[in-house]
């Protein structure tokens, strides 16, 4: 596709929480992803790929030698420059906004640097309840800013040709962040504050619940036409303490976006939740005011399309990441093989987690074609 | 308990798969885990912890201080004191001989460390399928050795007061760590290996079954009462991929046990399966012929109860170790609460994955006190 960053735009209105109005927006050329997160059918599977925008790609490297990544965050014409880069490469039906769920914790107040070999880096982590004293309230409009900068422009740069995916980290993966400092094979600093501090993590989800519903309305209000919730490590607690920690404010973000799109109709857009490794609350899951579920690749793609149809929701997922390192024969009769399950209404294809950096392009890309075959 | 190391013993048989006749031991006072684990009715349920000897004991710190952990594996005495060091603290139900998962790649001829602050490692991992040239097939009246003498001393140290459970790494969990060379938070490094080369990995992950089938029978013919098989990494592949790189070995390894248990009435000891993260696939387990399958903490335990009726198999767990850093009156109520659902037959308590080594061993003795309530 033809995409270059757009150089000029009307103004972007000033409050962080106003619709923009879709007329400001080029009209769609396509609309499969928006078609199947609602249940419609569509003319071809709707397919993208977490973390499309990113370290597998040459052309995306070549900006990381010029921009750490939280500066590719917040400096909207790098950040829409990177959205744009797979959907020159390949026939995705959306584009994701290039940000990272760890830009919440950040506007809670808390310092996070990305680390060239070891990923995340709070150096500053909750250690204890007295440090949530920490975590501030922030200020929306000159907090979300830049994410929201990028997002209008990212919009406008599309021109229609797909629809841009907004997102945010859950809360219960963001405070594992924010107590472990980073990642964990383990996580057993976060689940020790929980079992030991049940009330006061409790408060801690609450206030980042808070900020998740603002930053994810005011993404929509800015042009993010679909969003996703990416609670990575909800597979950490039990049935009984995700009932408890994890389930509850997952539904206070659903309820919420679902009441502001009664409100102001022209933000009413699809929701997808992405709770990885949370297979064994699968039901529990579709039984909230989600939209849409992505499933990551230990769940049978068969069984959760029967309880999808059950429950009227859409499923998005599955392939393994790592099979995209298999020969290209065999990614293309696995991919088509699962999108044949899927099928053209009520699924939405996609890997079953980011796509691994040490990806060949050509293999994504092939990955990509099955599925459009189907 | 009073419990030593024996100091004199009748001598083990000469050859590692000579039954040892069940007259040379003690007779037993406490059976409750053979029971539970056939399925037979007991008076207490049963409970034993994974890794009980280990990290959390301020006297096996004491021994650590004079040998690494692989010594300790390797010199009988020793190994046979840290199994012996839970049991004196604990109510304790079994005994589980103190040794490692990966002893099994060593006699394989790969070396392993046991680094301080980053767990195994392996200085030279399996880079490509011409790395499977340097595996061999042990000798195991020579490499078997010292963990059968551990196992033989340890059954006569323990003066029938607890049935000894013998264990191994499963061969996939066995495959990805010869793989990655150590852990990892996703193990890309051995999935891509499967899926770039699935026939050289099945000739690898048969080796090690043959291996894994040889030295379990050998523990059960040096004293082993029950045994363990411990799929840590089972949850790695998605249900068509376990069907092919994991389920066919595990199957494997409990029909041979099975057979040799019919061939020698005297070796036919319970088998249990602890395939970690690999509830999704829990029917399919419970249709192999294992007696009996741990759970981890993320199972619902009155739905693995139905199945484990259904299939007439018995359930193990699944108390989520991080639990154990909750107040002592919430540890009493979460463990007496799963204990009833697990019930007086068909049942053994365990937590759902190995204890951290900052749990409070006060805390542990809660758990096994609330089990032994019921």
Known sequence: MDLQVAESLPPRPTSHNTPIGQANFPPMENTRIL??????????????????????????????????????????????????????RFALDAAIIFSDILVVPQFMGMEVLMLPAKGPSFPQPLLSPE?????????????????????????????????????????????????????SNTFTKSRKWIFAHPEETKNILQMITDVVCEFLYAQVCSGAQIIQVFESHAGLLGPADFNEFILPYLNQIASFMKAKGRENPETDVPLILFAK?????????????????????????????????????????????????????????RAFAMAQVGGKSGYIANLGHGIYPDTSPDHLQTFIEAVHTV
Chains 1, 2 share one sequence.
């Open 131 to 183: 440090d949530a004293k920490r975590l501030i309230k922030p200020d929306p409009e000159t907090a979300f800013k830049p994410y929201l900068d990028s997002i209008y422009l990212t919009r406008h740069s599309l021109k229609g040709k797909v629809p841009l995916i907004g997102f945010t980290g859950g809360p219960f993966t963001l405070f594992t962040y924010m107590v472990e400092g980073g990642s």
């Open 35 to 88: 078609q199947a997160a609602r249940g419609e059918e569509v003319d071809k599977i709707p397919v993208w790929v977490m973390r499309q925008a990113g370290r597998y790609l040459p052309e995306f490297l070549k900006v990381k030698e010029s921009y750490d990544f939280f500066t590719i965050c917040t400096t909207p014409n790098v950040a829409c420059e990177v959205t744009l880069q797979p959907l020159r």
């Open 277 to 333: 490794d949370a297979g064994f609350m699968l039901e529990e899951l579709f039984m909230t005011s989600y939209d849409a579920f992505g499933l990551d690749w230990t769940i049978d793609i068969s069984k959760a399309k029967v309880l999808g149809q059950k429950y009227k929701k859409t499923i998005q997922g599955n392939f393994d990441p790592a099979m995209l390192y298999a020969p290209q024969d065999t990614i293309r009769a």
